[in-house]
């Protein structure tokens, strides 16, 4: 893998242990009838800053444009698919964020497995289908232009602080889930 899609892939591996944590939660809201309100607000935190806010803009603002100019389009085939399921996520999202305000945990407890089955093919499909074929087109400079520009998006998006913020609260959201999991009286603080 080229550095520019192994840092996507690195961030892709931090999205999948909160996806996990949040199939545990949902189980959990499922099974005890209850919204944990504040797991659920740092985990919607987490996707819609870090996952879709910064992830997915180097995503759909640097490397699939970088992929469009080299000839795959936006419009069909993969990248496209890729786009379409971004949507897709935001949707779920959007309904998660219902669901904990109405406090509805089996419609909470929808939605976010809805969400942790699309994330998961979805990361599938980039990491053994786009990434690979994108790396047939990209020339070395333009390597060096996508790391550049993804640089720039994350000092845009806060910089190193912000990305640590978000692998802590990742970190903090498994260490809670677990706890939940195990049914364990002691309170984790998301």
């Known amino acids: ?40 607000r740092d985990a919607i935190d987490f996707i819609r800053n870090f996952a ?12 699939f444009e970088m992929y469009s100019r080299r000839g795959l389009s936006r419009e069909y085939g993969p990248v496209a698919v890729m786009l379409n399921e971004h949507v897709m996520g935001r949707d779920c999202v959007s309904r998660m964020e219902a669901a904990v305000a ?53 000092l845009e998006l806060g910089g190193t602080s912000n990305t640590l913020r978000y692998r802590e609260l990742a970190a903090s959201l498994a260490e809670h889930a677990a706890f939940v999991a195990r049914g364990d009286p002691k309170q984790v603080n998301t």
């Open 1 to 40: 893998m080229r550095r520019s899609t192994k840092r996507l892939m690195d961030e892709h591996e931090l999205i999948l242990q909160t996806i996990d944590s949040m199939g545990t939660m949902a189980d959990s809201a499922s099974a005890r009838g209850e919204v944990d309100e504040p797991f659920w």
């Open 52 to 63: 879709d806010g910064l992830h997915h803009q180097k995503e759909e603002g640097q490397l």
């Open 102 to 154: 109405n406090q509805s945990p089996d419609q909470l407890a929808r939605a976010a497995r809805d969400y942790c089955e699309l994330l998961t093919q979805h990361i599938a499909k980039e990491n053994q289908i786009l990434f690979p074929l994108g790396e047939t087109v990209l020339s070395d400079s333009d390597e060096i232009e996508l790391n550049i520009r993804f640089d720039e998006a994350e």
